[in-house]
């Protein structure tokens, strides 16, 4: 069905029809003049309709759009609290896959020549293949009645359903990014850009990595040299358990970054933040993810999960939840507390403010519907 624009006086009443509540005379009105119609209503109506039957979308009881208008001011403002951490986590990246490329590759118990390596700080040098490895792998991951992801890897393609990591690819893609992001910023004359290449005649790795999205370096951890991963990941301390394997653990590590990368995009472009859902799935065994989500099951008790318990502790999975415990991977224990306070302290300001739903509505849209202050604090 064709959607025509709606005058102000218009969209009040289409309100009311609906079954929110909009007296005359009231704030209440004043409120569609301040904000974007399809960005207050169509991106936070949805924990506020009635869900019965009826043909005609309907709000609950009582709605009022201040309720939405509290619900779109806390995900502005959750969403700069996680983005600050977001762009810190975004330098110390950044700066240690430089650092590990540089390290491993100017050891002289490398198997590059001198003149490789007095060339390594050129981009027409270090975004050649031959630093980097290009074969393909398969990853297939699963879910069991334990609620417990795991996920095999193979350098064949298994007879099962299995994402394919294509490294070709994505180094090809890379590499015509990188030179289309310095194109453009030569063009924009960009001076830390500009200036550097009229003097030099190249833009070094360090100087690139300024330029480019967390998504782009994100693609760049996945193509690298195992040994450059390996030295990355012990930097970053992120080592999982020794049963971990390091395919395993490096599969992981890039999936970490993939979900930074995909809610530093939702931060950049301004979108609905709270109730993002990602299908990244973080392994278990990583990090103890799986002791810090939601009904944990030791599989040797051969206690099942019930659907209940299996959809919350899913929901934990794919929501924020995930984000939250990538972020405390980098955080030492004051910040992360100061991060969580920010975060409750914002859920404390909405809570007062709503009056038709519950504050634990939204934290299961958010997948925080549990104690998962306790859990991502435990043994940090």
Not at 247 to 266: D, H, K
Not at 276 to 286: N, Y
Not at 305 to 334: C, W
Request: net charge positive; glycine share 2%.
């Amino acid at each position: 069905m064709d959607k025509f624009f709606s005058l102000y006086s218009q969209r009040v009443e289409i309100l009311r029809h609906r079954n929110m509540n909009i007296p005359n005379s009231s704030e209440q009105k004043e409120i569609l003049k301040r904000y974007s119609y399809y960005n207050i209503i169509n991106g936070y109506k949805d924990p506020f309709l009635f869900h019965g039957s009826s043909k005609v979308e309907k709000y609950k009881d009582g709605t009022q759009l201040s309720e939405l208008e509290a619900l779109l001011t806390f995900d502005t403002n959750i969403r700069l609290i996680f983005l600050k951490e977001i762009l810190k986590i975004e330098e110390i990246i950044k700066n240690q896959i430089v650092q590990s490329f540089y390290t491993y590759h100017l050891d002289p118990k490398s198997n590059n020549t001198s003149t490789q390596q007095n060339n390594l700080h050129r981009d027409s040098e270090y975004l050649r293949s031959t630093y980097y490895t290009l074969d393909a792998s398969y990853s297939v991951y699963s879910i069991n009645n334990f609620g417990i992801v795991s996920t095999s890897i193979s350098n064949s393609k298994p007879n099962v359903q299995s994402t394919k990591l294509d490294r070709q690819a994505a180094y090809n893609k890379f590499v015509k990014t990188a030179n289309q992001t310095i194109h453009q910023q030569k063009k924009n004359k960009n001076l830390s850009i500009t200036s550097y290449l009229n003097q030099h005649g190249y833009i070094p790795m360090w100087i690139l990595m300024n330029v480019l999205t967390l998504g782009n370096v994100s693609h760049l951890f996945t193509f690298q040299k195992e040994a450059i991963q390996l030295h990355m990941i012990k930097s970053l301390k992120l080592h999982s358990s020794p049963n971990t394997s390091n395919n395993l653990t490096i599969l992981n590590t890039a999936r970490s970054l993939q979900i930074l990368s995909i809610f530093r995009n939702i931060c950049a472009h301004n979108e609905r933040f709270y109730n993002t859902q990602v299908k990244v799935p973080i392994d278990d065994i990583f990090m103890q993810f799986g002791l810090k989500l939601p009904h944990s099951v030791d599989p040797s008790s051969n206690r099942r999960l019930n659907k209940s318990k299996s959809n919350q502790r899913l929901n934990a999975r794919r929501g924020i939840f995930s984000l939250i415990f990538v972020i405390s991977l980098f955080l030492r224990k004051n910040d992360l507390n100061h991060f969580i306070e920010e975060i409750q302290k914002e859920f404390l300001v909405l809570d007062e403010k709503l009056h038709t739903i519950s504050i634990v509505e939204i934290k299961r849209l958010m997948g925080l519907n549990f104690e998962w202050i306790d859990s991502i604090m435990h043994d940090h």
